[in-house]
Structures are given as C-alpha cells and as structure tokens.
C-alpha cells in the first residue's frame, strides 16, 4: 500500500539532508562563526516548513504563496508523508520536484565539499 512510498521518501529526504550538510560543512571550516549561526538557520528552516501549521489556512488570501510552498523541498517532504500516512490523494508535483531537489543538492554539496577537500584539518 502507500505506506511502502516513505521508504523512498525518506531517502530522498536523507539525500537532501547530506547535501546540505555537505555544504554546511565546508562553509563553517572557513566560517568559523557559522557554527554560531546554524542551528538558528536550521530552527527558522524547521519552522517555516509547515509542520506547525497549515499553510493553505494561512496562506488562503495568497495563493502566490501557497504556489511558492510548493517548491519548498521540506513542505514537499511533510505533504507527502501526509498523504501516505493518511491516504490522501498525493500531489505527483512533489515527487518530480524533491527528486530534483535531492539530486542537485546533493551532487552540488558532493562537488562543493570535495573541491576544498585539501584545506581540512590543516589547522
């Protein structure tokens, strides 16, 4: 049934998050202050996803912000384990989009990290 689609989404979703991390990573080596900053970054990211709320509800006078959402790769994640969970009818948007998401970021972190691979642990 349904229930067996988290699987791929949640490798997905960890794809996304290695990239992420990956560039997260490489920008606090030469940022140190960043360290500071993140978890204020991740907090505002968590909080804005829509796991607290509802952003149809919020959003309905602004559908151009709902559209936005829908681009948004965590949302994505949440409408999607919702539907799964729920049986809801799903959005096949999503899949194509957060597929993207996760392959670019994480191909792009990989890249990323890797360039200045040499410059770690040298101080």
């Known amino acids: ?15 996304l998050n290695t990239g992420i991390t990956l560039f997260a990573a ?43 959402f829908d681009y948004y790769p965590l949302y994505q994640v949440l409408q999607l384990a919702r539907c799964f969970l729920m049986d809801k009818p799903m959005n096949p948007m999503y899949w194509a989009s957060l597929c993207v998401w996760s392959v670019v970021v994480f191909v792009g972190g990989v890249i990323f990290f890797w360039v200045a691979e040499e410059r770690y642990g040298r101080n």
């Open 1 to 15: 049934p349904q229930g067996l689609f988290l699987i791929p989404l949640l490798v997905l979703f960890s794809l």
């Open 26 to 68: 490489r920008l606090t080596v030469h940022v140190r202050d960043l360290t500071q900053v993140l978890p204020f970054v991740s907090r505002i990211l968590f909080y804005s996803s829509g796991v607290l709320f509802d952003i149809n509800k919020i959003f309905d006078a602004m559908p151009w912000a709902v559209a936005i």
